[in-house]
Nanobody
C-alpha cells in the first residue's frame, strides 16, 4: 500500500482545509489510518486516527472538536477536515496506515506513510 497526502495550503486563522490521503493497493479497507503532524522545530505529534473496523475515530486533545476524520473505502481515501484553524496548527501533515487490529496513536505502530502536505495558518 502506498499513501499520498494532499490538500494542504495557506489559510487564515479561523479558516478550514480538507486534507486527503489516497491509498493505492489492495486491502485499504482493513487499514487503520492515522494523521500526524510536524511543526517547524518540533517533534512529530499525533493528530487523530480512524479505525478500519467500524470507522470509529480518536483525536488529540489539541484538535478535538475542530478536526474530523472520515473515510471512503470505495475511493481508497481518508479525509481530515480541519475547521477553526489556528496558527499553531501550522505543520506538515502526514497520513499513515497499518493493518494491525488495534489502532494506535503512536507513530511507530504505522508501517506505511505518505509524503506529507504543508498547512500554513496565518494570524
Amino acid at each position: 500500500v502506498q499513501l499520498q497526502a494532499s490538500g494542504g495550503g495557506s489559510v487564515q486563522a479561523g479558516g478550514s482545509l480538507r486534507l486527503s490521503c489516497v491509498a493505492s493497493g489492495d486491502n485499504f479497507r482493513y487499514f487503520n489510518i492515522g494523521w500526524f503532524r510536524r511543526a517547524p522545530g518540533q517533534e512529530r505529534e499525533f493528530v487523530g486516527l480512524i479505525r478500519w473496523s467500524g470507522g470509529s475515530t480518536s483525536y488529540a486533545d489539541s484538535v478535538k472538536g475542530r478536526f474530523t476524520i472520515s473515510r471512503d473505502n470505495t475511493k481508497n481515501t481518508v479525509y481530515l477536515q480541519m475547521n477553526s484553524l489556528r496558527p499553531e496548527d501550522t505543520a506538515v501533515y502526514y497520513c499513515a496506515g497499518d493493518p494491525a487490529t488495534a489502532a494506535s496513536a503512536s507513530a511507530s505502530a504505522y508501517g506505511y506513510w505518505g509524503q506529507g502536505t504543508l498547512v500554513t495558518v496565518s494570524s
